[in-house]
């Protein structure tokens, strides 16, 4: 058996998303859901028939879980996953729909998102986020007996870190969320066209300093089915397709018994990037559009320093001059990212690299995009034309 | 006076931290095999696996490692303090923890600065550690 037996086994053969993210009061979670599976099927030319494996991730105010999704849009699967809302869990909703196909276990995964953020809106922290509570510390360094919650928090206290340790001012952070605006104002699908500059940046209000609101994504309803197939089945379908060719985590950020808190980041583990590296067999310098899960805007920071495309200490010199911008050397986020397109979590880059290694990515098209790699914060898939 | 803000759950692996606070103490865990201390409480050591842990009374000085300023309030019992601090501590035997700086002035944090515990009666039941710069009020 090969080392590695899913590399470029499966391939991303269908991509459907509602017709905007935007605010629809009047939709539910399932018919968001089915518009982005009768998108996805028209997409490749399957029929919900030959579906036979499932992933569901949902976010919202119903459950979206896999035995209403599946039952509702008519889908019998053999092979089921289900996720609850954590970024980190997006890259691998897909991850998990290759190995089902791999091994057999399905032939059709369609994987699905579905939320409706906008018209129910919630807040993020505070007394409602009970995972925040738990003892010792939520997911983000939340101890709410301190008045620390919500996950953006978290990521402020690892950037102020980051921040002071290497010398940064929020002037150089602003050129992240100015990036991501130039993209998404190439995007029909992104929420936020206005142009932003770094005195627009700047003067917007922090949330939690040194955070500020444009480090900080725009909720939206809308939903998102990505289907995979077998390497052999997707190669006699419409669209070209788009193989999975690396794929590593879930790793979870906390190194050793005295980081405790998840309190490393960026971090110098870099088995996770060897991972996804050594089974797709290439090196960043091959990667020709970089996706990063970006809630807010640590996250895709630290990501680009933790799979090594710049060194440690640099990615926020590193981001300066355009180089994550339209015609800039590392084509970033290239739907806006959620910062710009909206909280898709991590969805949205799927579709997004999928279209751009077809050729369909019209004004944002990067030329000659052969290798597509998204990074979620703890996890990384690497996707080849 | 009563307290609105949300208390820590107490759970029965972080009891004794609880219970010390309450003493006005600032203990962490210390595996009696390997030596090594961690700060949030588990209670076997991550380190070794040894379930022999001890509940140490640590100096309670360190310097702040990091720190955010809310601006908002998520929490509205916390309102009327914004903007108000959350910092990591390096303790000085090692591990990190989360409280709030207590008795400076948000622009006045600094990096690596020398704090000290103190603690706080919140309720009858509970007091929480904080931290002061060293020297202060």
Sequence with gaps: MPRYPVKDQTAICGVGTTEKFGAFPDKTLLQMAGEAFREALADCGLNKEDIDGIVVMGFGSDRFDFDRVAPALGIKPRFCGQTWLHGRFMGPSIQWAAMAACTGMADCVACFWATDGRSHPIVWGG??????????????????????????????????????????????????????????????????????????????????????????????????????????RARHL?????????????????????????????????????????????THKDIDALYAYDSFSPMPLFSIEEYGFCPPGEVLRFIQGGRLEPGGELPFNTNGGQLSESFQIGWGHHVELVRQLRGEAGARQVKNAGLAMYIGLDSATIFRR | MPYYKPLPVISPDTKPFWDAARRHELRLQRCRACGAMWFPPAAVCSNCLATGVEWVKVSGRGKVDSWVIFHQAFFPSFAEELPYNVAVIEL???????SNLVGVRNEDIRRGMPVEVVFEDVTPEVTLPKFRAVGGA
């Design chain 1, 238 to 282: 419409k669209k070209p397709p788009v193989y999975i060719s690396g794929m590593s985590g879930l790793g979870i950020g906390r190194l050793d018994h005295s980081d405790m808190l998840g309190y490393s980041r960026p971090y110098s583990d870099r088995r996770l990037a060897e991972t996804v590296f050594g089974m797709a067999g290439v």
């Design chain 1, 127 to 232: 007394a409602s986020d009970t995972e925040g509570t738990r003892p010792g510390g939520g997911p983000h360094i939340e101890f709410p007996e301190y008045g620390m919650t919500s996950p953006g928090a978290g990521f402020a206290m690892l950037m102020k870190r980051y921040l002071l340790k290497y010398g940064y001012t929020s002037r150089d952070l602003a050129a992240l969320s100015v990036a991501q605006r130039k993209w998404a104002q190439l995007n029909p699908l992104a929420l936020m066209h206005k142009p932003l500059t770094v005195e627009d940046y700047l003067a917007a209000r922090y949330v939690v300093e040194p955070l500020r609101l444009y480090d900080y994504c725009p909720t939206a309803d809308g939903a998102i089915c990505i289907i995979i197939t077998t390497a052999e």
């Design chain 2, 92 to 98: 000085e035997e090692g591990p990190h923890i989360v």
